[in-house]
C-alpha cells in the first residue's frame, strides 16, 4: 500500500458539486462507483429514489469529475443535536477511483464538504475510520482530523 501523501493539493481538472434534485443521474453514478471502489454489490438505484435523496436537507451528497466522468464521491448526514441548537455532520463514506488516488480528490470532496457545513453555521463534522483501514486513518489526521476513542456497536432489526 502506498503512504498517502498529504503534500498533494486540489486536483485542478477535478470538479466537486454539491448534488441536489436536479442532479439524480449524477448522483446515481457517482453512488455506483462509490460501491465498486468498495466492492459492494449494488443494485440499480431508480430515479425516483435517488432524487427523493439528493432532496433531503439532512443527506448531502458530493460528486468529483473529471472530464464528465465521476472519479470519486462522498456522503454525509446532517444530525441535529440536543445539547443545543445546532447540528453536526456524520460523514459516512468517501471513494475516490483506485486510478484516481493520491491526486487530492478525496482532499477535495473533504475540503468541499467542511465548506457546505460552514455555510450553514455547522462548526463540528466527524467521520468512524476502522481501526485496521490505516490508509483512512492517515488520510483523516493528514486532513487534521482529531482521532476519538470510540467503539461502534451495530445490530440488526428485530
Known amino acids: 500500500m502506498t503512504a498517502y501523501d498529504p503534500r498533494v493539493t486540489e486536483s485542478e481538472s477535478v470538479d466537486t458539486q454539491r448534488l441536489g434534485p436536479h442532479d439524480a443521474e449524477l448522483a446515481r453514478t457517482t453512488f ?6 468498495f466492492g459492494e454489490t449494488h ?15 439532512d443527506f448531502w ?11 470519486g464521491g462522498l456522503t454525509a448526514h446532517v444530525l441535529p443535536m440536543t445539547a443545543y441548537e445546532g447540528a453536526e455532520v456524520f460523514l459516512y463514506d468517501i471513494a475516490v ?5 493520491r491526486r487530492g480528490i478525496g482532499r477535495q470532496l473533504v475540503d468541499a464538504l467542511r465548506r ?6 455547522i462548526s463540528t463534522m466527524f467521520v ?7 490508509h483512512a486513518m492517515r488520510f483523516y489526521a493528514a486532513l487534521g482530523g482529531r482521532p476519538t476513542k470510540v467503539t461502534l456497536f ?5
Open 32 to 37: 455506483a462507483v462509490m460501491a465498486e471502489v
Open 43 to 57: 443494485a440499480p438505484l431508480s430515479e425516483t429514489y435517488v432524487a427523493g435523496l439528493v432532496a433531503r436537507p
Open 61 to 71: 451528497s458530493f460528486a468529483a469529475t473529471e472530464g464528465g466522468r465521476v472519479v
Open 97 to 101: 477511483a483506485p486510478e484516481h488516488q
Open 116 to 121: 457546505e457545513a460552514g455555510s450553514q453555521g
Open 128 to 134: 468512524p475510520a476502522d481501526d485496521d483501514d490505516t
Open 154 to 158: 451495530e445490530f440488526n432489526s428485530l
